[in-house]
């Protein structure tokens, strides 16, 4: 089974940046899609940016202009540059990987925007 590990979370200024790193056990680039999710405190989870095979990258509309999402494929990682920053940004951030025969969830890491 495949296994991801997320990285780069953290506590932020408003305004700030952060960059979160997705890195997978196996070979990502034959993935359908990999993308970001995130869980703010009493809301559902919901999509941030995915990068599928087809179209590219994809962003949720409150991130757009404000995040880019990249993969390397050379070290299965997929990065997500988040800039200006601001609280409502706040959430658990996870990274998700949908192959043929996987659909796969990292354990989340947390991102405080805060002054």
């Known amino acids: 089974q495949v296994q991801l590990v997320e990285s780069g979370g953290g506590l932020v200024q408003p305004g700030g940046s952060l960059r979160l790193a997705c890195t997978a056990s196996e070979d990502i680039d034959n993935s359908l899609s990999m993308g970001w999710y995130r869980r703010a405190p009493g809301k559902e989870r919901e999509l941030v940016a995915t990068?599928?095979?087809?179209?590219?990258?994809n962003y949720a509309s409150p991130v757009k202009g404000r995040f880019t999402i990249y993969r390397v494929n050379a070290n299965n990682t997929l990065y997500m540059e988040m800039n200006r920053l601001n609280p409502e940004d706040t959430a658990v951030y996870y990274c998700?990987?949908?192959?043929?025969?996987?659909?796969?969830w990292g354990q989340g890491t947390q991102v405080t925007v805060s002054s």
């Open positions: 990068f599928t095979k087809s179209s590219g990258p």
């Open positions: 998700r990987l949908v192959t043929l025969r996987a659909d796969v």
